[in-house]
């Protein structure tokens, strides 16, 4: 019994190397298919170390470029290719696969491939060699080192295997494991996530990922715009916010609410879209063109806000160009149910430009009418009968709470 008492106790850390194993098992079995992936397609290019027309058959080099992924040579078709040239990778490379066979992740095999490496630091599969074996080892530091220079040397493929670790990641340790890997080498973290970001994962996991990500990674364009985009995922919209608006100037709660800036990406920049539903571009006189078809459903023009609970007011300045009254919509959309917590059809008729006002109220966290964290600021296309219409006009500006009191009173007095 009490040999039974210490195996359990001995259980946790057990079951902590296991998951380890499985981790790094997991990663070796992603770079590995990335590697042979990376090497077949050089194993194409070389088949001109091949044998030429007329001649006996290849050199001994010529024999190793030659091989298929992982595939080994007799030693003393490899002595004479490093004889032949002492500088090519190639020996190292085949002698490599050969000690690789006996254990993939030991000393030599590590030591082989990285003299290959050595010999030509450009090559490419030398270096997924290396890579693939320091996994097999359970060096995954060293590994993601690696995979950094096969960044610089070809994105694509260190990309396509970040794309499908971040992909796999289904638990916390398994993403500690893989971020801490990464916390030194923050050009790689934005493939990572982009993986990540193509699996649905639980509210609790999407955040413990992004609150991993380092402040380097967070600095790159790429690596944020993917954070923030998990953050409004995870319904962590004032968060988002917040990281969207790094570096930036205080401001409202719409950015750009006269459409100066059209370069800010979404969800808190304006995203404009096209479609069957009809067409949103950026207008040569200012502001927004919008156009509704009338024939489908959809959302032109929005962007996600994230406001108080309690009473706002929407105002939206915007110039008529013809068609038929409320086919184009003005609304304010709770993101987390999809319910408009307000809405007014435009007006197509008049010169000039006319004003919209509409009083909206975003309820308290845990009303019975839902949680609504965040917002979506849009103006949407709608089918207003059985007979299509269009409605045309340019919008010049789309706020919330704008202004003085006067001024908003001064914009009562334009009206609808």
Not at 6 to 33: D, H
Request: glycine share 12%; with cysteine; proline share 7%.
């Amino acid at each position: 019994m009490m040999a039974y008492n210490r195996r359990i106790r001995r259980g946790p850390g057990l079951a902590n190397r296991v998951w380890q194993q499985r981790g790094a098992l997991l990663t070796a079995a992603l770079l590995g298919a990335a590697a042979l992936l990376a090497a077949s397609a050089r194993f194409s290019a070389s088949a001109a170390g091949g044998s030429a027309g007329g001649l006996p058959g290849p050199s001994a080099l010529g024999q190793l470029r030659s091989l298929a992924p992982g595939q080994t040579a007799p030693p003393g078709v490899i002595a004479a290719a490093l004889a032949s040239d002492p500088l090519a990778p190639e020996p190292f490379v085949a002698a490599g696969n050969a000690a690789a066979l006996r254990n993939p992740g030991g000393r030599q095999t590590r030591a082989l491939y990285g003299e290959a490496v050595r010999r030509d630091p450009h090559e490419l599969l030398p270096r997924l060699a290396l890579l693939q074996s320091q996994v097999h080892a359970g060096r995954i530091g060293a590994a993601i080192g690696q995979l950094s220079v096969v960044w610089r040397i070809e994105n694509g493929v260190a990309a396509e295997v970040l794309t499908r670790l971040g992909a796999t990641t289904d638990s916390a340790p398994h993403a500690d494991l893989a971020l801490g890997a990464l916390a030194s080498h923050p050009e790689l973290v934005a493939s990572y996530l982009n993986g990540f970001s193509t699996v649905t994962h639980p509210q609790p996991l999407i955040m413990h990922v992004v609150n991993g990500v380092t402040p380097g990674a967070l600095a790159i364009p790429d690596a944020r715009n993917l954070v923030i985009a998990l953050r409004v995922t995870a319904r962590d919209y004032a968060g988002a916010r917040a990281l969207s608006r790094t570096g930036r100037a205080s401001e409202g709660a719409v950015h750009s609410p006269d459409f100066a800036d059209l370069a800010a990406p979404p969800p808190f920049g304006w995203q404009l879209a096209t479609g069957e539903f009809g067409a949103a571009e950026a207008s040569p006189q200012g502001g927004i063109d919008l156009a509704a078809y009338g024939r489908a459903p959809g959302v032109l023009l929005r962007q996600l806000v994230v406001l108080t609970p309690g009473p706002h007011r929407v105002t939206l300045r915007y110039e008529p160009q013809g068609g038929a009254d409320g086919v184009l919509v003005a609304r304010l959309v709770c993101a987390d149910t999809g319910n408009a917590l307000g809405k007014q059809g435009l007006r197509a008729g008049g010169e000039g430009l006319r004003v919209l006002n509409l009083e909206v109220t975003v309820p308290p966290a845990g009303a019975m009418a839902g949680a609504c964290g965040g917002q979506y600021l849009d103006i949407a296309s709608v089918v207003p009968g059985e007979m299509a219409a269009e409605q045309e006009v340019r919008a010049v500006r789309y706020g919330i709470d704008e202004g003085t009191r006067h001024e908003r009173a001064r914009n009562e007095g334009i009206g609808q």
